[in-house]
Structures are given as structure tokens and as C-alpha cells.
């Protein structure tokens, strides 16, 4: 497929744009997380579902939006994929919020989310680059927690719908 020059100059602006610079530079350039460092982060509970959330300094959105947002993505997920446990499973994993793209072993080393069971951690970036609202990869973690979404992601289309990633 050919690009005209119009299109690519068109698309290099749009990618080096003010507005878009920064969250293409993380996700180019993404964070060395220390996964010892993010346990250690104070952790608050959200009110409904009590799980346990730790908010990386520098991350954009309060403390409170954060937990309510969690909650509430966990209420969606768990009626879109009919769980009757509560939070039981989910509840097991410290969630650490950070502010961008992060080094992993996935995704050519540029991940937005992560499930580590080893050590009981959910990762996830407050934002996501080209992916709306805040926190928009945790249900895709939670399909991980609940065994629903195979570690390959050889069936993510069917999870699709209920994760929106």
C-alpha cells in the first residue's frame, strides 16, 4: 500500500501535534516499572467492591475519580460476563494505576496493562494511546484474572465486547 505525500505529511502532523506528542512519545518510549516499587505504594480500597488500588505519583486523576472508576468498570464486566462472585477472585490482585505506557515482556515491550499473577498485581496506565477514557484496559486484565481471556490471546475477539480491547 502507497502513501501520497500529502497523506503522510497529513498523518506525520497529526502524530507530532502538540496534543499527541506526548502520549506517542510514552508509548514509543515506554516507563521502567519496578513491580517491588509499585507493592510498596500506599493502597486505598475502593467503597464498593474493596480492591485494593495503589496510584503511582504523577498520575493525572485523583484518588477518589480513580477507585470510582474501578468500581464501576467492575460492575460493567461483571454483568457483560455474567460473574456472581463479588469482586472474590478479582479482589486477590493489587491493581497499580501509572501513568503511561510501561516496559513489559508482551506487545514488543510496550504494554498499557498486565496481569502478574507471581505477583499478585494488575498494572495498568491511567491512559492508553489512541484508547478513550481512563484506566481502558483493566476489564481486559480482568478477563485474564478470571481465566476468560487465554494468556496467548488467541481468543480475545470473543472477549472483545466485554472488554473493549
Not at 65 to 72: E, F, H, K, P, T
Not at 139 to 161: F, M, S
Amino acid at each position: 500500500m502507497r502513501i501520497g505525500i500529502p497523506a503522510l505529511i497529513f498523518l506525520l502532523l497529526t502524530v507530532t501535534g502538540c496534543a499527541n506528542f506526548g502520549r506517542f512519545g510514552q508509548v514509543m518510549t515506554p516507563a521502567e516499572l519496578s513491580k517491588d516499587d509499585l507493592l510498596k505504594l500506599p493502597v486505598e480500597k475502593t467503597p464498593e467492591y474493596g480492591f485494593r488500588v495503589a496510584v503511582e505519583p504523577g498520575v493525572p486523576g485523583t484518588k477518589q475519580v480513580i477507585l470510582g472508576n474501578v468500581d464501576a468498570q467492575f460492575t460493567q464486566f461483571s454483568e457483560c460476563f455474567h460473574i456472581k462472585d463479588g469482586g472474590e477472585e478479582a479482589r486477590r490482585y493489587s491493581i497499580a494505576v501509572v501513568n503511561g505506557s510501561f516496559r513489559c515482556d508482551y506487545h514488543h515491550g510496550r504494554c498499557n496493562g498486565e496481569y502478574d499473577s507471581d505477583y499478585g498485581l494488575i498494572i495498568v496506565g491511567y491512559q492508553a494511546f489512541n484508547r478513550k477514557g481512563i484506566l481502558p484496559v483493566l476489564k481486559h486484565e480482568w478477563a485474564h484474572v478470571y481465566g476468560i481471556l487465554r494468556n496467548d490471546h488467541k481468543n480475545l475477539k470473543d472477549v472483545r465486547q466485554c472488554t473493549r480491547y
